[in-house]
């Protein structure tokens, strides 16, 4: 692509572009959730759009997650295309229901005869000093709900490819953005049918030595980690699954099949985490008889985010982490 | 008052003997151990479920409780299709992956049963949106029970629906029991319609083993929301006879109360209408009543007949394909 | 009327002040980007949070709100410690763990502040039930918002406590606005209390910027629950003058609806009513304003002052040891 | 344990007994849940209880799951040892703000100030046509909650032994029942101190052929298939993780050091199952050396649970995965 069919913008703006085009395109696409019309959203994605589209399509909702997300489901089956707003994901717990047990479930059981195109919005993650109640990342309770498509941009052109892909996807798909990734810059294809495909994972950095999957904001922390080592003369790969459920493992099995070393690294709580679904499939994948070394998967601690600023970033895997990883893995520590 | 054309009571009271042989037919195959998995059974209700939904227009939208054949019947669907999906057969509505808790005809604006209690407060919410956002005129028409109203899907749907004014009748079929809690173990309240005051919409108590009040109601309930007015909420007094489904000793009640309203059978008191005004013959009536019944037999032989699904339908359906 | 003592008028007039102070300052620290993490403030709403904690009796237990500074202080919690936890420090209440949203003094009846909108209600009915049960007496003060009223849990919980008559307060500061949202778009109603009803216990609306009314209401509805005669639901109108938190630029209200409300300023009212009935003499007054500004000054000092906590605490206090 | 301070009974009978033996231990604990009073609930397990304890103890609540949790923690907070029913487990989705953001977190976040003694027992699982909505196993999810503690016993035995040690627990212990055990008979001790540990995994069966990681109901189709692997020579070990979380990995890496050969299975949708987050553990460990071929990680498929019956019972692990997963371990397909 070339660089004048991009502009440069942060992730927020750039999942907003993704919205107003596909509302332009589709009058069906309509958006709900909690303060995201005058005020804009909690995290200021839906700014401007009630001017923009009008009260018809831009809903503020009473504070009634469960709600929110059945109304949306309901709309969906019907021939809307709700985009929803959960200001936290942890808010995500009202909403379970109508999410796991309707939407996910809807089509299965009627035997094929209804079809639930909506988006969750699931802003995630910690680091803004939130604690504990509104800094999980939940994702991996998602990925284990089959009906259910998972995704997470962590660039702003994949936020607006990705956006774009979730809004025309016939399926419901929870969206996770990790609330520090809002202010991230980066250019972003103007081209209105740019799209991420849902399903695909993205190789953001080739290499050879050591092969890291990571997602959301512990993706920037193995980059700053492969810079580092990168004048160590180590090339590492570095793989980010935009869709976390259905995960598109291919790359990531020809990765370790190459490198013969692997890092699995995520915020969310380790135990329970995607890490350890990773880990498995690439044990279960002809990847298994490459591995030099034992896999190394990198998981927030197996507590709550804590509210002090040094203890809430210490929670997570940070650059070091990834850095010793690797020494490990190559047997340079 | 409505006025009711002779097709229209030939209609209704063919569904309502349908509704109540369907569920006859049920509660016999469940005993002979024919049915795998649970079936809620509305005998005693079927004037809700039945007249109710042949208040509305073509178009209009339902969705439907766990206990949901007679209203299903009301609605239109096919028996057929119904007493197949209730055997698991692959010519059931779902395919047989639903089962009698969750049959659904969605093109046709039925958005299915529903095994959450509460689950269809907001997805009948949704359903209005659209009605209104796309400006179509029709209606959405959701059943829960007594015991869903005390769920936190109750509360936060019609709060939106009052707030958004959606299109939307909430019909809540009181049969006094929620499982084995009777009401007044589970809320504090006389008359469950007197929940719409918080809301601010309008909240009515009927006899729902009346068909007329039944129908009457919800007619007018439909007009209003159809206006452009907002939600309404109906409360259906009446009565289960069975068990909540098949593992049910009912401890909670005496016979004594199911004979009582047994005394107010839907079914019958339809037919007792009937024969007052004279407005069938006794030949008619009878002749009704044989032709719901042979239905029902026909239904059992179709899905009898019927082949089980193929065993790769289990991976079939999880997700719809292309894209908008 | 109930008969306030000199001694209370005092405890009161000095809490109410702590509390604008106590704010005034967190607003100050946030200003200076001196507070890591959200923080909701309630100047403006404080004698609904003051008033009604002070009304409590001793072993007397609270759940409170996101906005809960201002009930915390009137329930009687220590400002240094406080202060302490809204900068993380370790001497602070959660051991900087929890900050401003999650405020709890466990021991003495403070079940904590609550990040999630309206997860009180539910907590509130299980502390109410083991004081029914444990036959103690105590009595529950569950704080809220308006906005919360429209969530699941408010329902269900109010539903609960009614049917099982617990001794619980709900006590709604409906301050106007869920975040950005005017309750006339979140809801359709003019009386919150008036969902009270759907439950058939007490409801009762008041001035949630009068001090009297405040703590006489209260103070009546706690003996009702404290009686055994169940639940009672309140409303204060009152309103906040500071952004939903930091990050809010305001633009779903104009600066004349502000301005009005501080005419009806709550600590304002209060020092009128003192001057007008002529309890305490204007140096008496200043007195108290100027020990509860130097209070919460020392507040400040002492969390400055105070440790981070130590690296290793980010693993400790997941579970409880011990078994039963 | 002489068999003469052993008593035959079904699991449902013996988790009653557990209950009811810590009942009369404590009367702090109550118990409530959905038709739990007269009707002894959905599965009979608090059949009778009602007359023993009265109404103040044992406690019908609405149909109001978010209501019922919630109210637990703020009793447990306060004092009393909730017990509390969920119906179907998959009406947890109704309840998880409370569990995960209340329950979970307020220890944590309080920084050590209460603790939240409750048992929530969730009936699972799938076979008795219930279809989608009333046949999930969730597990995997409340296994990613630090703060909650997840439990799920396959006999009788250990269902009294693990009731009474998940209400004499200071946390919140998510219980989980699979719903065809209900029925199920075996012997149990007889001693009101019989207690199985929370946080132990049991060897249900020596061998040193193959390790094989089940619970729940996929125990007894391993049992099944090393019943039938035994004839011919090959010794299956089986372990059951009846603490699911925090989980005792330990005998399990023991084992695996000892077999080489590793299968894990569970009912629940194998992706983002706690399989994964298994073969992780001991892809971590020094078992890593050990294995002989790939790890197997047996699931259910990744669909909602159908109603029909065929199609229902092919939604899980049966006997023959087992068998034939053994036979491609060892090499004899
Ligand atoms: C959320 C939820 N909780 C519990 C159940 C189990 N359950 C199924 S029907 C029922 C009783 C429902 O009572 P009511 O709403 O009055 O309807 P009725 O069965 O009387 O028609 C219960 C508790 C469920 N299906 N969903
Ligand atoms: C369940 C939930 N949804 C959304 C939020 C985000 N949020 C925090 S405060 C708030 C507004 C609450 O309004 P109200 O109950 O009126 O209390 P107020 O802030 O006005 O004191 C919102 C939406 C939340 N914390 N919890
Ligand atoms: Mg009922
Ligand atoms: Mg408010």
Redesign the pocket.
């Known amino acids: 692509m070339k660089t004048s069919d991009m502009k440069k913008m942060t992730y927020r703006d750039a999942l907003r572009l993704g919205i107003t085009e596909e509302m332009h395109r589709d009058e069906n696409v309509i958006f709900m959730g909690?303060?995201i019309g005058l005020y804009g959203g909690?995290f200021g994605v839906s700014a401007g759009l009630l001017e923009e589209f009008g009260e018809d399509r831009i809903l503020d909702t009473p504070?009634a997650?469960a709600a929110m997300v059945g109304t949306a489901v309901g709309a969906a089956t019907t021939g809307l295309r709700p985009i929803c707003e959960i200001?936290?994901m942890d808010?995500i717990t009202?909403g379970m229901d109508a999410l796991v047990n309707q939407a996910a479930k809807m089509r299965y059981m009627f035997g094929g005869q209804s079809q639930v195109p909506m988006v969750l919005r699931l802003p995630a993650g910690s680091g803004i000093g939130a604690a504990a109640q509104?800094s999980q990342s939940l994702e991996a309770w998602l990925c284990h709900v089959p009906g259910l498509k998972v995704v997470t941009p962590s660039t702003p052109a994949q936020a607006k490819g990705l956006i774009k892909a979730a809004i025309r996807d016939n399926n419901p798909v929870c969206f996770i953005e990790h609330k520090l990734l809002y202010d991230k810059v980066g250019l972003v294809p103007l081209d209105e049918d740019y799209l991420v495909e849902i399903g695909t994972t993205v190789v953001e950095r080739p290499g050879k030595d050591v092969t890291i999957v990571a997602y959301g904001t512990t993706l920037a922390k193995a980059i700053e980690a492969a810079d580092f080592l990168e004048e160590e003369g180590i090339k590492v790969e570095i793989l980010n699954p935009v869709t976390l459920y259905p995960m598109d493992m291919k790359p990531i099995i020809e990765s370790v099949i190459k490198t013969g070393c692997l890092i699995v690294a995520h915020e969310a709580s380790k135990t329970g985490g995607l890490g350890g679904e990773i880990v498995a499939r690439v044990v279960e994948s002809e990847a298994f008889d490459y591995l030099n070394a034992p896999i190394i998967r990198l998981g927030g601690l197996d507590v709550p985010i804590p509210f002090n600023q040094e203890l809430e970033a210490s929670v997570v895997p940070q650059r070091n982490d990834f850095v010793h990883g690797v020494y490990r893995l190559l047997n340079r520590e | 008052m409505i006025e009711l054309s002779e097709e229209l009571l030939l209609r209704m009271y063919y569904k309502i003997n349908q509704a109540r042989f369907f569920e006859a037919k049920l509660d016999e195959l469940v005993a002979k151990g024919k049915v795998h998995g649970a079936i809620h059974l509305s005998m005693g209700q079927e004037a809700t479920g039945v007249m109710s939904c042949l208040a509305l227009e073509e178009g209009d939208l339902v969705s439907l409780s766990h206990r949901g054949h007679a209203q299903a019947i009301g609605f239109g669907l096919d028996v057929n299709l119904m007493m197949a999906e209730c055997l698991g057969k692959a010519t059931g509505y779902c395919k047989g992956k639903g089962g009698s808790m969750h049959i659904a005809d969605v093109e046709n604006g039925n958005l299915g049963a529903n095994g959450v209690v509460g689950g269809g407060f907001s997805l009948s919410c949704g359903a209005a949106l659209t009605q209104k956002y796309q400006k179509t005129g029709k209606v959405v028409l959701c059943f829960a029970g007594d015991g869903a109203t005390n769920g936190g899907n109750f509360h936060e749907s019609l709060n939106l629906a009052s707030v958004w004014k959606l299109p939307v009748v909430f019909l809540i079929e009181n049969n006094q029991y929620g499982m084995s809690t009777p009401i007044e173990k589970h809320m504090n309240i006389e008359n469950i319609s007197d929940r719409s005051e918080a809301y601010n919409m309008p909240g009515l108590t009927i006899d729902g083993n009346d068909f007329l009040d039944v129908y009457n109601t919800v007619t007018k309930a439909l007009r209003y929301a159809r206006a452009g007015k907002g939600p309404v909420l109906i409360e259906a007094k009446t009565y289960r006879y069975n068990g909540h489904s098949q593992s049910d000793n009912q401890l909670y009640r005496d016979k004594q109360e199911v004979r009582e309203w047994q005394k107010k059978d839907p079914v019958q008191k339809m037919k007792e209408y009937l024969r007052e005004h004279r407005i069938f013959t006794e030949k008619q009536i009878q002749k009704m009543e044989d032709e719901a019944k042979a239905s029902i037999d026909q239904a059992l032989e179709f899905a009898n007949a019927s082949p089980e699904p193929q065993l790769n339908a289990v991976l079939e359906d999880v997700y719809a394909g292309g894209v908008n």
């Open positions: 909690e303060d909690a504070i997650e200001m936290f808010f009202l509104h």
